[in-house]
């Protein structure tokens, strides 16, 4: 079940961190662990400012979606769960609520660059990252409700 957070009390908001920093982990092997420990409570103060939407599946949250305005900061599974379309049934959510979605995603993290691609996201441009020096693509959706 997809929810869309109005409000995160500090259980929810563990459980999403914690999914947020282990899934940047594990996807990015070619990023320092301390590039993403040293981001943790930059994230922890800006996470509730966005619009959070969740995937439970019992009372387990397994993943989620930040969103800001239009730009996907992020699509969430627990290693567990990954491969089942959670992050498929998450995005579904939003495009029904957006005409035109954009995110950054890392050139290296190829699973992810084709799992954006297969969701309909097509290359907008290329740049190095500041903080990581790591090369990522700007994609962008956009609806059929223009």
Same mark, same amino acid.
């Given at each position: 079940? %997809?929810?869309?957070?109005? &409000? %995160?009390? &500090?259980? @929810?908001?563990?459980?999403?961190?914690?999914?947020?920093?282990?899934?940047?982990?594990?996807?990015?092997?070619? %990023?320092?662990?301390?590039?993403?420990?040293?981001?943790?409570? =930059?994230?922890?103060? +800006?996470?509730? &400012?966005?619009?959070?939407?969740?995937?439970? @599946?019992? #009372?387990?949250? %397994? !993943?989620?979606?930040?969103?800001?305005?239009?730009?996907?900061? !992020?699509?969430?599974? &627990?290693?567990?769960?990954?491969?089942?379309?959670? !992050?498929?049934?998450?995005?579904?959510?939003?495009?029904?609520?957006?005409?035109?979605?954009?995110?950054?995603?890392?050139?290296?993290?190829?699973?992810?660059?084709? /799992?954006?691609?297969?969701?309909? =996201?097509? /290359?907008? #441009?290329?740049? +190095?990252?500041?903080? +990581?020096? @790591?090369?990522?693509?700007?994609?962008?959706?956009? !609806? +059929?409700?223009?």
């Amino acid at each position: 079940m %997809i929810k869309k957070l109005t &409000k %995160i009390n &500090k259980q @929810q908001l563990d459980q999403i961190l914690d999914i947020w920093l282990n899934s940047n982990i594990e996807a990015h092997n070619f %990023i320092s662990r301390n590039y993403w420990l040293n981001n943790y409570d =930059f994230v922890k103060n +800006t996470l509730p &400012k966005a619009d959070i939407y969740v995937f439970y @599946q019992n #009372s387990e949250i %397994i !993943g989620f979606l930040g969103l800001d305005k239009s730009y996907i900061a !992020g699509i969430f599974v &627990k290693k567990k769960a990954r491969n089942n379309g959670v !992050g498929r049934e998450l995005l579904d959510k939003v495009k029904k609520e957006k005409n035109e979605l954009i995110l950054s995603v890392y050139e290296k993290n190829q699973k992810a660059v084709r /799992f954006y691609k297969q969701n309909g =996201f097509v /290359f907008k #441009s290329k740049y +190095t990252e500041n903080e +990581t020096q @790591q090369v990522a693509y700007e994609l962008l959706w956009k !609806g +059929t409700n223009d």
